[in-house]
């Protein structure tokens, strides 16, 4: 793992500058540096920091690319893109993809009411609005709302009790007008096909969502009787995210592209677009031979073009507009969660831990020659040696034979025996190694939570790339675990023989370390969870003025306890009062004593839950 992936998954974002990963943009920041300003101002614990320069490289991407391959096939129609809001809401992201993307014309794609709201104040009117999901009468109103105000919205049906809704509200907010003003229409349709992997859910016939083709026959029907087909301007589809292979794709393509031309030859004119939905893979393997998408932008955007131009063509229909409701692909890589390393958990596992004594069991002697003359030339069978004392050992503590001391000086001897042979014998490589290096595995303590911030790890083991941020000039060679800081054992990243993580050996009570976790900027932080209350990271925009010169902008700090409390309805004056009364009441405590403990406690409850350092390391110092 050269680099820790870099060239797999980075997309030239970052670059290794001799020992730290920096930003590969304008003065080319190290996130060492950008990270150690930041808590500079006081601000611990983990970090999430958003990059909004990725955000536009990422729109302007998906526009070139789809804007080349309709020159290349002399496509005539447009090419528009929304975001889907589920995969970010978070101000800090939404507020800065509206900024970027503004030569774009780009717009927002809403599955909820309070979705809907985001997207009806932050989107421009010109750009469009796309409504997808269940709605109830109250949702589709807000779509007719929206039209009036001006939106450019398209409201998606994805049943037939939908669109009576709209038949509905559509009475009650146009009769008698002189202009009625309707949403744009569009139609989910359920595919034959489906995509692949863990979130392929979202098509194919098992979907919950839209209209089987008798269903598709009947809206029309439906729509022509209430004179509303010249709203009907859109077909949908969605095959599911993170789509790591093209086919599917194709076949889905082809499916809604004989659907469009279907519906426009039996005389749905105003129909001019097919929505393809989201799914465009992120790269975030880490290891050669590992990767998650088996193909590039520029494929997928000349597949798109030429299936619907080639149906169009074979119709005899016009070229539709093609929408993409793309997330993740945008969102993924603008941002990086920065979090401290608090302890490494086997240190105890060196020689200063020995408590060798003047007469030891034999084979404690004996481990303790092997551990003293372990040479290359014998690593292997000292090695087997070794495993074998162990065994026996184990089994003579069990029968009460040696003391506590004895296992203890086993336990460390051994490990330091397996720490150097794998050492001695780090270019053979051979299985029996591999599995040692399991037994020999650091675990890395680490200043945040899985669950609050990588909570597609957590449920569906999706790896996210992690490094740490500097050192990046000497080779790690610890075998590495993290864990969180939950009282939960599903919050570790285990190490994978499969997918080996190597870190550092520091000690962290004389140097900081940091671990980085790349491309969680697409649905991680909405999905997270306050397990055990740690709660949403403290977070930065980071900019870059005229200059080149990095900015740390709209810093907003993790919520402090008692908000955290008050979010979960406590009432908090309660808590304060109960708090204050317990100290003021309390029989042992002389009048300074309260003040001193009150001023504790206040200041305690103004900070967030996340760990500042942990005694261990205080106490070291
Ligand atoms: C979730 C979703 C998307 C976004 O999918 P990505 O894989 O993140 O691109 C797009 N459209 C619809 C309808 C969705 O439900």
Request: aromatic residues 10%; negative net charge; hydrophobic residues 40%.
């Given at each position: 793992?050269?680099?820790?992936?870099?060239?797999?998954?980075?997309d030239?974002?970052?670059?290794?500058?001799?020992?730290?990963?920096?930003?590969?943009?304008?003065?080319?920041?190290?996130?060492?540096?950008?990270?150690?300003?930041?808590?500079?101002?006081?601000?611990k614990?983990?970090?999430?920091?958003?990059?909004?320069?990725?955000?536009?490289?990422?729109?302007?991407?998906?526009?070139?690319?789809?804007?080349?391959?309709?020159?290349?096939?002399?496509y005539?129609?447009?090419?528009?893109?929304?975001?889907?809001?589920?995969?970010n809401?978070?101000?800090?992201?939404?507020?800065?993809?509206?900024?970027?993307?503004?030569?774009?014309?780009?717009?927002?794609?809403?599955?909820?009411?309070?979705?809907?709201?985001?997207?009806?104040?932050?989107?421009?009117?010109e750009?469009?609005?796309?409504?997808?999901?269940?709605?109830?009468?109250?949702?589709?109103?807000?779509?007719?709302?929206?039209?009036?105000?001006?939106?450019?919205?398209?409201?998606?049906?994805?049943?037939?009790?939908?669109?009576?809704?709209?038949?509905?509200?559509?009475?009650?907010?146009?009769?008698?007008?002189?202009?009625?003003?309707?949403?744009?229409?569009?139609?989910?349709?359920?595919l034959?096909s489906?995509g692949?992997?863990?979130?392929?859910?979202?098509?194919?016939?098992?979907s919950?969502?839209?209209?089987?083709?008798?269903?598709?026959?009947?809206?029309?029907?439906?729509?022509?009787?209430?004179?509303?087909?010249?709203?009907?301007?859109?077909?949908?589809?969605?095959?599911?995210?993170?789509?790591?292979?093209?086919?599917?794709?194709?076949?889905?393509?082809?499916?809604?592209?004989?659907?469009?031309?279907?519906?426009?030859?039996?005389?749905?004119?105003?129909?001019?677009?097919?929505?393809?939905?989201?799914?465009?893979?992120?790269?975030?393997?880490?290891?050669?031979?590992?990767?998650?998408?088996?193909?590039s932008l520029?494929?997928?955007?000349?597949?798109?073009?030429?299936?619907?131009?080639?149906?169009?063509?074979?119709?005899?229909?016009?070229?539709?507009d093609?929408?993409?409701?793309?997330?993740?692909?945008?969102?993924?890589?603008?941002?990086?969660?920065?979090?401290?390393?608090?302890?490494?958990?086997?240190?105890?596992?060196?020689?200063?831990?020995?408590?060798?004594?003047?007469?030891?069991?034999?084979?404690?002697?004996?481990?303790?020659?092997?551990?003293?003359?372990?040479?290359?030339?014998?690593?292997?069978?000292?090695?087997?040696?070794?495993?074998?004392?162990?065994?026996?050992?184990?089994?003579?503590?069990?029968?009460?034979?040696?003391?506590?001391?004895?296992?203890?000086?086993?336990?460390?001897?051994?490990?330091?025996?397996?720490?150097?042979?794998?050492?001695?014998?780090?270019?053979?490589?051979?299985?029996?190694?591999?599995?040692?290096?399991?037994?020999?595995?650091?675990?890395?303590?680490?200043?945040?939570?899985?669950?609050?911030?990588?909570?597609?790890?957590?449920?569906?083991?999706?790896?996210?790339?992690?490094?740490?941020?500097?050192?990046?000039?000497?080779?790690?060679?610890?075998?590495?675990?993290?864990?969180?800081?939950?009282?939960?054992?599903?919050?570790?990243?285990?190490?994978?023989?499969?997918?080996?993580?190597?870190?550092?050996?520091?000690?962290?009570?004389?140097?900081?370390?940091?671990?980085?976790?790349?491309?969680?900027?697409?649905?991680?932080?909405?999905?997270?969870m306050?397990?055990?209350?740690?709660?949403?990271?403290?977070?930065?925009?980071?900019?870059?003025?005229?200059?080149?010169?990095?900015?740390?902008?709209?810093?907003?700090?993790?919520?402090?306890?008692?908000?955290?409390?008050?979010?979960?309805?406590?009432?908090?004056?309660?808590?304060?009062?109960?708090?204050?009364?317990?100290?003021?009441?309390?029989k042992?405590?002389?009048?300074?004593?309260?003040q001193?403990?009150?001023?504790?406690?206040?200041?305690?409850?103004?900070?967030?839950?996340?760990?500042?350092?942990?005694?261990?390391?205080?106490?070291?110092?």
């Amino acid at each position: 793992m050269k680099h820790f992936g870099l060239n797999i998954w980075g997309d030239n974002n970052f670059i290794i500058d001799h020992d730290t990963i920096n930003v590969n943009h304008a003065s080319r920041p190290s996130l060492l540096q950008i990270t150690q300003k930041i808590r500079e101002k006081g601000y611990k614990g983990p970090l999430l920091l958003r990059f909004p320069h990725l955000i536009k490289k990422q729109i302007s991407t998906l526009f070139t690319t789809f804007e080349k391959a309709k020159k290349e096939f002399d496509y005539k129609g447009n090419f528009q893109a929304v975001f889907p809001l589920k995969v970010n809401q978070f101000p800090n992201f939404i507020e800065s993809l509206i900024e970027v993307s503004q030569a774009y014309n780009y717009g927002l794609e809403a599955g909820s009411k309070a979705e809907l709201i985001i997207a009806m104040s932050k989107t421009p009117l010109e750009a469009p609005i796309t409504v997808n999901g269940f709605k109830d009468k109250e949702m589709i109103s807000l779509c007719f709302i929206a039209a009036k105000m001006g939106h450019n919205i398209t409201v998606t049906i994805e049943g037939l009790g939908e669109l009576e809704t709209i038949i509905q509200v559509n009475h009650e907010l146009n009769d008698g007008l002189d202009t009625p003003i309707v949403p744009k229409i569009g139609v989910r349709i359920r595919l034959h096909s489906t995509g692949i992997g863990i979130w392929a859910k979202s098509g194919g016939y098992g979907s919950k969502f839209g209209l089987t083709s008798t269903e598709l026959l009947e809206a029309y029907e439906m729509l022509k009787k209430h004179t509303l087909l010249s709203y009907l301007w859109m077909i949908h589809f969605h095959i599911g995210s993170q789509m790591s292979d093209i086919a599917p794709l194709k076949k889905a393509l082809r499916e809604a592209g004989n659907i469009y031309a279907e519906l426009k030859k039996r005389g749905a004119d105003a129909l001019g677009a097919i929505n393809i939905g989201g799914g465009l893979a992120v790269e975030y393997s880490q290891h050669e031979g590992k990767t998650e998408r088996n193909y590039s932008l520029q494929e997928f955007a000349n597949d798109v073009v030429f299936l619907m131009q080639e149906i169009a063509k074979s119709k005899g229909v016009d070229e539709p507009d093609i929408f993409t409701e793309s997330g993740r692909y945008i969102a993924a890589s603008h941002s990086v969660l920065v979090a401290p390393v608090l302890e490494l958990f086997s240190q105890e596992y060196n020689e200063k831990g020995l408590r060798l004594k003047e007469k030891n069991p034999p084979l404690i002697e004996e481990l303790n020659d092997l551990y003293t003359s372990l040479s290359r030339k014998h690593a292997r069978e000292y090695l087997h040696d070794a495993l074998d004392h162990m065994e026996s050992l184990l089994t003579l503590f069990d029968l009460g034979y040696i003391d506590l001391e004895d296992r203890s000086n086993t336990e460390i001897l051994v490990n330091l025996i397996i720490k150097k042979a794998i050492f001695l014998l780090q270019n053979e490589g051979t299985d029996e190694l591999k599995k040692l290096q399991d037994r020999i595995q650091e675990k890395y303590l680490v200043n945040f939570s899985a669950f609050e911030s990588l909570p597609d790890f957590w449920g569906l083991a999706q790896h996210f790339p992690v490094m740490p941020l500097d050192r990046l000039n000497e080779k790690p060679t610890n075998p590495a675990s993290i864990w969180d800081i939950t009282c939960d054992s599903d919050g570790e990243i285990g190490f994978n023989r499969n997918l080996p993580l190597y870190l550092h050996d520091i000690d962290v009570s004389k140097e900081e370390y940091f671990l980085a976790f790349f491309l969680t900027g697409a649905y991680q932080e909405v999905l997270g969870m306050k397990h055990n209350l740690f709660t949403h990271p403290t977070e930065a925009v980071i900019g870059f003025d005229d200059e080149g010169n990095y900015t740390v902008d709209k810093l907003i700090e993790a919520q402090n306890l008692m908000d955290i409390l008050d979010d979960l309805d406590y009432d908090t004056h309660l808590i304060d009062k109960t708090l204050t009364y317990r100290i003021e009441a309390s029989k042992h405590l002389s009048k300074e004593e309260k003040q001193a403990l009150l001023d504790k406690l206040y200041l305690y409850l103004s900070e967030n839950s996340y760990l500042k350092t942990i005694q261990a390391i205080d106490e070291r110092e």
